[in-house]
């Protein structure tokens, strides 16, 4: 048990008018007498708890009404351990057993009005992903070491192969995650979504970050297929989609221009494929006006729609 959790113990105690002692913190959790001393020092000290020692009952109280442990009663505290916990959920990591674990200590640690907060929150991300949890791990585990790692990857095209990557960032992206990695068998940097991976073993051999990845590759492009910008998207949105499109983040390079019949969205733009789906999604209420080559493949995917139900 952790100094928190044997702190927060003795502190219930009091107030419960139990009257703990030291003595009792070394017999419920199985520590020294000087470590439940110094516990109990650190309450009183660091703290800041009004405790004094009652030789009839022989055992601590508090002399002040009120007096609560600085990390149980702040509503801000439960609201971001609340998100966590949400998040966590939704980002297909609610079966990993640190998460678990996390949960299971918060429980101990924190007032009731902490399991209040969390059912009170309610977040939800569309086509949420489950994640292999030891897969997850083992890339967690290469990531924190820099170690190199043996992955059998199947693409979206059904082809599978053996390779391995040098790991330089986990991405959640739109509820999915992704492995950004040095791929040895490309030469290049490729972007693998977790769920496609069927094994994974963590090498022994040690491998270097790149630097500045979020600002060189990450952060060039519209989507999750990355690279470097081949052209600037301008689309214009009309009608209630103005309105959402006004108010969200699609990229750091993005502007947002108000016009007549709504607002024209620019942003820089690598890959034509998710920036076509995002476009396709509001429908007559989207149009492109540049460039040219974005034009005709919206035309062509329109026409192949069409053609399904004609």
């Known amino acids: 048990m952790s100094l928190l959790e044997r702190v927060y113990s003795f502190h219930q105690d009091i107030l419960n008018n139990r009257y703990p002692n030291a003595t009792n913190l070394t017999e419920q959790f199985e520590v020294s007498l000087a470590t439940a001393r110094r516990d109990i020092a650190y309450l009183r000290d660091r703290l800041l708890a009004p405790l004094e020692f009652d030789q009839l009952k022989n055992g601590f109280y508090y002399t002040e009404q009120g007096f609560s442990l600085p990390f149980t009663q702040s509503p801000k505290v ?19 057993d640190e998460v678990r674990q996390l949960e299971e200590k918060l429980s101990t640690l924190l007032s009731a009005d902490y399991q209040d907060l ?5 977040c939800e991300w569309v086509e949420i992903e489950s994640i292999n949890t030891g897969i997850f791990g083992k890339i967690v585990d290469a990531l924190l070491n820099h170690r190199a790692v043996s992955l059998h990857y199947t693409s979206a095209s059904s082809d599978a192969s053996v390779r391995v990557v040098e790991p330089q960032r986990l991405c959640n992206y739109q509820g999915r995650w ?13 972007m693998f979504h977790l769920a496609r991976i069927g094994e994974a073993e963590v090498t022994d051999e040690k491998i270097s970050r790149l630097p500045n990845l979020n600002e060189t590759y990450l952060q060039q492009s519209f ?28 990229h750091t390079g993005q502007e947002i221009e108000p016009c007549d019949e709504g607002i024209i969205l620019r942003l820089p733009v690598s890959d034509d494929r998710e920036i076509m789906m995002k476009i396709l999604q509001y429908g007559g209420m989207a149009r492109v006006l540049g460039p040219e080559r974005l034009k005709e493949r919206i035309l062509q995917e329109i026409s192949a729609m069409t053609s399904q139900y004609t």
């Open 118 to 122: 969390k059912e009170g929150l309610y």
């Open 78 to 96: 439960f609201f971001l351990l609340g998100m966590i916990h949400k998040l966590a959920e939704e980002a297909g990591l609610k079966d990993l």
């Open 223 to 250: 989507g999750i297929f990355k690279g470097s910008k081949t052209y600037t998207a301008e689309i214009l949105f009309t009608g209630t989609a103005a309105e959402l499109v006004k108010h969200q983040h699609w």
């Open 178 to 190: 992704y492995l950004l990695a040095q791929c040895r068998l490309r030469n290049d940097l490729r």
